[in-house]
Structure formats: C-alpha cells, structure tokens
C-alpha cells in the first residue's frame, strides 16, 4: 500500500491530578505546581506518593462527557466513520476491586467491565464508533495506540481516529509497585542523583487524529518502536532499546537527528530507568542536544495513559513554544544531557516523547508544527 497521508492531531484534552483539562495540565507542568500528595489509604503502614484526580465521580463517567465535548467543538457530527483505539494498562480493574471488597466475593462483577477493553465496552454504551480496538502494553499501552492511529491514517484506511489513554489509580497496581520497591514517599525527582522512585498516578487523555489539516494542527510526523528484551521489569542499563526506538522514529518521520528541539523524556524517577534513558539520550545527540525534561513529577506515571498525556503535552509545547523546566531536578545524575531547569520560549519544530514500559517494550513518537 503506497498511500502516505499526513496524520493531524486536530483536537484533545486531559484530565489528570494536574489539571482538569489540558490548559491547566499545562500551566501545571510550566508553574511547577504541587499535584502529587502522600496517601496511607493503599498499602497498610506505608506511605506513598501518588497522584489523585479531583473528582465526584467514577473516570469513565468523566471521560463520557469530555468526548460529548468533543463532538460539540468539531466538526464530527457523530462517532460513526471513527475508530476509537484505547491504551489501557488496568482496563476496568479499579471497578472489579470495588465490588469485590464491597462484597466480599465476585459475584457482582461484571465481566465485560474488567478487561482492557472495559473503557470501549463503557464508551460503546452511549456512542457508536466504526470500530474499536485496546492496546494493553503495560506503560506504553497510549503511545502504542497513537502509533496505531498514524498507521491507519497513512495507509488511507482511516480518515478520523480517536485514541484515548486512561488509567484509574488501583490496588493492583499501587501495590504491586511498591512490591517491586520503587515508588517514593514524596512526589518524584527523575534524573535527580538522589531521586527514590516513582509516583502512580491516574488520569486520561483523548486525541482526535485525522488525515487533514487544520488551523492549530499539530503533526503526528514519526513513530519507533524497539524491543530489547533485556528484563522482565528493566530497560537496558545502556539504553539500546530506547535509543532503537528514538531513531527508528526519526526515521519514520524522515527527519534529520538534529532537527529535534526537545525530548519529553519517560523519566519516571526511578534509578534503572533514568540512568538507561539518560544514557540513550546522550549516545544518540552527539551535535546537537535537545532540551530534555520528565513531566511525571507534575503527572504522576498515569501507566497506561502517559503516552497519551504526554503527547497532549508536547502538544501544548509546541503550540505555545514554550519548555517546561524538570521539577526537583537539583543534582543531575548524568553530564552532557541539556536538562530544562527553568521555563523557557524558544524556537520549536520537532519534539519526541518517550514511553517505555516492562519487557523492554518501547514507544518514540515524534511531534511537528505543520508547514
């Protein structure tokens, strides 16, 4: 199939402990503002730092209404001639946790509304999409979906996708986590050389991605994949599958690597992950080095939502030009990377956003102002 489409990014929002839409997700990240909060409620006698979202109701319920709103400011009449494409990393698992504790057995639990594809199942009962499908790849589920959607739309089989990330905060995975002894008791510091591990957090993010081009596009230009298989829970201390996957997407977007103006990094705050991905950066920007900087220290790691969170963000970057600073970045842990301490206005065309998840599974998009 030789039809290569430009893939547009014409419409999102956000909802996250950082914000109840993209706008104050972004003010949020730029100011710095204190989102993430210690909590005692998930793991008995042990206190964690995660990121809520304000909210007096269930997620989904939320997410309903924000793709409501986005029917009412598009031109979409409905959701007919769309696929929907979802990354999820827990599916409805928060919901299967409240009804068996509530119970005490499982009884009452709906099997339709637990599996990864539990958020389409939810947005199928009140919309009608051409068709759906769930990308389940643990913390690159929302990127892997957003890759999907360029794929589609290229290849002309697609001319409206809408991708949404979203993960709710769980047992499951608050606790498994700390099992695995990398989340922090206060919010997270990536690539701080005393940095203690990371922050889960819960939050979406909707993407309406097209074949044509509007006032206030952005360009999804390039997307790269890798798998290094190095671990089951770590990336390669060397980086080799992150910087696979950063130059496989600077290929796919046909760029040149020194056209890059900014990474917005995976940076979790946990030691393996930020020492890898530093070490990826640094072997692959030789020349020319990019502003880096993680937002997980404002966003929490929404798991499977982070992909598309962060490519909001980037959004939101480069429609405004602007570069968030790395908050509680105080002693970098690495030399040679250009690390964003402070906000700052500059000249951007192209930015990347990392995710990278277990297995070694990893995802590069690659994010333009449309020419």
Not at 77 to 84: A, M, R
Not at 146 to 160: F, M, R, T
Not at 213 to 239: F, R, W
Not at 314 to 325: A, D, E, G, S, V
């Amino acid at each position: 199939m030789t039809i290569n489409n430009k893939v547009y990014i014409n419409y999102f929002d956000s909802v996250s402990c950082a914000g109840n839409d993209s706008l104050e997700l972004f003010q949020s990240v730029c100011e710095q503002k204190d989102t993430i909060f210690t909590d005692t409620s998930y793991i008995k006698e042990k206190v964690v730092a995660i990121g809520k979202v304000s909210k007096d109701e269930n997620l989904q319920n939320i997410l309903l209404k924000r793709c409501e709103k986005l029917l009412e400011e598009t031109k979409l009449v409905d959701f007919s001639k769309t696929l929907l494409i979802v990354g999820s990393s827990v599916g409805g698992m928060d919901e299967t946790e409240r009804l068996f504790f509530q119970n005490a057995n499982y009884k009452k639990i709906n099997y339709k509304k637990h599996p990864v594809d539990a958020i389409a199942y939810h947005l199928k009962e009140k919309f009608s999409f051409y068709d759906d499908v769930s990308f389940s790849t643990a913390c690159t589920s929302s990127a892997n979906a957003l890759g999907y959607a360029k794929e589609v739309i290229s290849k002309g089989i697609y001319e409206n996708v809408l991708v949404i990330g979203i993960d709710t905060l769980s047992y499951t995975t608050v606790c498994g986590f700390s099992a695995l002894s990398v989340l922090s008791s206060k919010p997270c510091t990536p690539f701080d050389k005393n940095r203690d591990g990371m922050n889960v957090s819960e939050g979406f993010a909707i993407l309406l991605l097209q074949n044509k081009k509007e006032e206030n596009s952005i360009e999804l230009c390039g997307v790269g994949y890798s798998s290094d298989a190095h671990h089951m829970t770590q990336p390669h201390p060397e980086g080799l599958g992150a910087k696979s996957a950063m130059q496989n997407a600077i290929y796919d977007a046909k760029l040149n690597i020194n056209d890059i103006s900014y990474i917005n990094a995976h940076g979790t705050g946990t030691y393996a992950n930020d020492f890898s991905e530093l070490n990826a950066i640094n072997s692959l920007f030789i020349d020319k080095k990019p502003k880096v900087s993680s937002t997980k220290s404002i966003t929490g790691h929404t798991l499977g939502a982070a992909g598309a969170i962060e490519a909001v963000i980037c959004c939101m970057i480069l429609q405004n030009q602007i570069i968030p600073p790395n908050k509680g970045l105080v002693e970098p842990e690495i030399d040679g990377i250009n690390y964003s301490m402070e906000i700052s206005k500059e000249r951007l065309n192209y930015a990347i956003s990392n995710s990278f998840a277990f297995g070694g599974n990893n995802t590069s998009l690659i994010f333009g102002i449309t020419k």
